[in-house]
C-alpha cells in the first residue's frame, strides 16, 4: 500500500538508454541510467543489440532507482512509461517490464509520449531545484538525433508541433558530418569539443531555403560531403589540418538554422518564453545562441540541465506525475508504438 505521497516510477527504454526514476509528489528522488557502449563499434544504434542490452539493464536500474529514492515497490502509487516513439525491440522491454510490474503490485499504469517527455523535462525539480518552470504556452524546439521540431506547448499534453524537418534530423546532421569526417559516435559531443576552438567562419555550407517554420538539414550533409572531397582533392590531409574549423562552421550553420525559424515563430506567434530539449540542446554553440537571443529579443529562455538532455527517466516520471494527478491512466492492453507525433 502506499502512504499520503505520490511516487511515481518512471521507466524509459526507446532507444539506446535504459532509464528508470522517482518521482515523490513532483520531486525527483533518484534518475538511473546505463547508456550502452556497444553501439559505438558499428557507429550508430544497433536495434538488436539494444534491446538485449535493455534486457540486462532494467532490473538492476530499477532496483538502484528505488534504493536511491529509498522505498520499497510496494510504495508506489503508479508506473510510468516511455511507450513510443522508438525502436520497437527496445521500448517492449520497458513498456513489457512496466506491464508486469504494475499488474503485480495492483497499482495503475501510466503511458508517455518520449517527446513530450523531452519537452517536459524543464518540470523536472529536486529538493533544492527552486528554478522556476515555464509557462503555458510556450515553444519549444526540440532537437534531437531523431527530430528537430518546434512545438507550441499549451498545455502539459496539449502540444502541436508547429514545424519540423521534412527530411534529416539536426542530430542526424551532426553525426552524419562527424562520420565523414572519420570521427566517432554519437558525433554531436565530438563536433562540440572540437569546434570550441576553431573558426566559425573558417567555412560557407549551404542552408535550406525552406517556408514555414520546417526544417531540413541533407542539403548541409550533402554540401558538406562535396566540398570535402573538392578540399581533399587539393590536400590530402585537408580534415587534419582544418579539423576544428570544419566542425565550428558546420556547428554554426546548424544552429543558425535552428534559430532562424526559432526566432520567426516566437515573433509571428509572439512567444517569448523559449526553451529547447533533446540530445543536441546539449550543444555549447546551441547554447549560447539561446543566451544571445534572450538579450537581444527579451526572450525568457530554458535550457535543460545536462542530465535531462539525453534520453533519461526523470521526464518520464515527471510526465506521469502529471497524468497521475488527472487520473490519465493506460490499460494494461496498450501496445508500444515506434511512431508518432507529438
Ligand atoms: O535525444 P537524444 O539523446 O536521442 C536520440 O534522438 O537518439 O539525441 C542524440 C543526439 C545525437 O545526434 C548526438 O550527436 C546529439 O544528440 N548530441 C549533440 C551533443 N550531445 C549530443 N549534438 C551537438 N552537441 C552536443 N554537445
Known sequence: MSDKHIYILGIESSCDDTSAAVIKDGILLSNITSSQAVHEAYGGVVPELASRAHQQNIVPVIDRALKLAGIGAEQLSAIAFTR?????????????????????????LIDVNHLHGHVLAHFIRTEDDNEPCPEYPFLC?????????????KSYKDMEIIG???????????????KIMGLGYPGGP??????????????QFAKPQIKGYDYS??????????????????????????MEDLAASLEKTIVD??????YKASKDLKIKQIAVAGGVSANTGLREAFQEYAKRYGWKI?????????????MVAINGYFKYLDNDFCPISAPAYSRVEV
Open 190 to 203: 565530438i563536433i562540440d569539443r572540437l569546434a570550441r576552438k576553431g573558426n566559425p567562419d573558417a567555412f
Open 84 to 108: 513510443g516513439p522508438g525502436l520497437m525491440g527496445s521500448l517492449l522491454v520497458g513498456v513489457s517490464f512496466a506491464k508486469g510490474l504494475a499488474a503485480s503490485l495492483g497499482i495503475p
Open 141 to 153: 524546439l526540440l532537437v534531437s538525433g531523431g527530430n528537430s521540431q518546434i512545438v507550441l506547448v
Open 257 to 262: 538554422i535552428l534559430m532562424k525559424k526559432l
Open 302 to 314: 530554458f535550457i535543460p540541465k545536462f542530465s535531462y538532455t539525453t534520453d533519461n527517466a526523470a
Open 217 to 242: 538539414f541533407s542539403g548541409l550533409k550533402t554540401s558538406f560531403l562535396y566540398s570535402l572531397r573538392d578540399w581533399l582533392k587539393e590536400d590530402e590531409d585537408f580534415i587534419n589540418h582544418h
Open 164 to 178: 519540423q524537418t521534412i527530411d534529416d534530423a539536426a542530430g542526424e546532421a551532426i553525426d552524419k558530418c562527424s
